[in-house]
């Protein structure tokens, strides 16, 4: 692939020629905006990546494992069915189209996504990976973004970080941070084989991760006499709220209402929903549910050493006197406290967004919110002090701004569309007023009507006869 050429700078009095718009980062979401802003004439694009090609969540691409959105949550088509980027056009591409076709499965093996991305991350011109953006300045003279990217000088009207979330690890488990036996999902197939000295194997987390995670270890380890442990704080292992009006709650109209409350009550609502994105799916479930039915035919149910403990928390984890780890835990609803000893463990505990380094130089010409949060519009623009004029834009750091649908693939290509059309300032894509049956909040109450006037005594209108 011929990647563009940084632009020139020829002195710092010369205003230099600027891409209109950077993307810093390039998972799920800016591919996305890199795909819809191929097509937009005019518009002059660069999308700069650190690593040396496009990979998304190469540690949890199990085999059988497959995505939670529909084939449609693709980089285009929720916004532009006809783009050349959609996952149909890749099917073709590939001459799967029959295939996929009698496969009739709306959702896509986790391998044929991350697959499908590469096939559009490779053939974009204005993807460019091997480059990692290490600073970004704000240039007031010149009214531009100045960005340093694998050693090239590139000036922008406007950036979107693109950078993704990082892996948690919980602070019980701080003081085994980097033990060649206790790491995180992100680094599942990576690290999978090194676990097969380990006779007894704990997994932490109740999302789709910790139950794929599970279910694997389950068909690999099964009969061997490995125990097999699966531990959450949550107190029930509840499925994704997959009903079709929950899934509203994965849309822009969803979103607006959320924007517009208190910033106390999105938080609030951040929490409570939980199920609405974190935790795994029903077919998930069913699965670890049917494969421990059949393997326990004839035999007592505590046959095989696999335990699942919901509403468990740990709350310290040490190395074990003996080898091994020992986890102190605490369960949540009665209090009591017991210590269990494992040989492994797999911490597969979410993600969150991070302020990256890069931004350090502009931290004083961003409006953190109280916590230190991005404050995001919805047009998912950064707010800035007035000083800074350029656009700096946010994907997938704005949970606390703009709801569930954050991380979510679905609503990916629509706020790629968002940001297009607020960075040229016209409507390239039209975007739908109404996306939901649900009415999120009450309507709008509109003024009274004015009260007729009550006819004078004299002016009475004649009774009507026969």
Known sequence: MDNPQPHAHDGPAEQPEAYDLLGVGLGPFNLSLAALADRVGGLDSLFCEARP?????????????????????????????????????????QDRLFPFYFAERFQLARREYDHYCRWAAERLVNCRFG????????????????????????????????????????????????????????????????????????????????????????????????????????????????????LEHFTPDY??????????????????????????????????????????IGRPLDADPVEIRPGTAVTEALAGPCGGFELICRQVDSGVEQVLRTDAVVLATGYRAVRPALLDPLAELVDWDEQGRFRVGLDHRVATRPELTGGLYVQNAELHTHGVGTPDLGLGAHRAAVILNAVTGRTVHRLPTRTAWTSFAPPVPTAPAPALPRPQEGHRAAPVTR
């Open 131 to 246: 480059a990692a953006v290490t600073e970004l300045h704000w240039h007031p003279g010149h009214r531009l973004f100045r960005a340093l990217a694998g050693g090239a000088e590139l000036w922008a009207r406007n950036v979107v970080l693109g950078v993704g979330t990082t892996p948690v690890h919980p602070e019980a488990f701080a003081g085994l941070r980097g033990h060649p036996q206790v790491w995180h999902s992100a680094e599942y197939l990576d690290r999978r084989a090194s676990l097969d000295r380990a006779r007894d194997i704990t997994v932490v987390g109740s999302g789709q991760s910790g139950a794929e995670i599970f279910l694997d270890l389950l068909r690999g380890r099964g009969g061997d006499g490995t125990r097999l442990r699966w531990l959450t704080r949550t107190r029930a292992l509840a499925p994704m709220e997959y009903s079709k009006l929950g």
């Open 53 to 93: 090609e496009f990979r998304w969540h190469p540690g949890m691409l199990v085999d059988g494992a497959r995505m939670q959105v529909p084939f449609l949550a693709d980089l285009v088509s929720l916004v532009d069915p006809t783009n050349p980027w959609s996952f149909l056009n890749y099917l073709r591409d």
């Open 255 to 296: 979103t607006r209402h959320f924007h517009g409350l208190p910033p106390a009550t999105r938080d609030r609502l951040v929490r409570e929903q939980w199920q609405l994105h974190k935790a795994a799916s029903a077919e998930t479930l069913a699965e670890i549910h049917d494969l421990l039915y059949e393997r326990t």
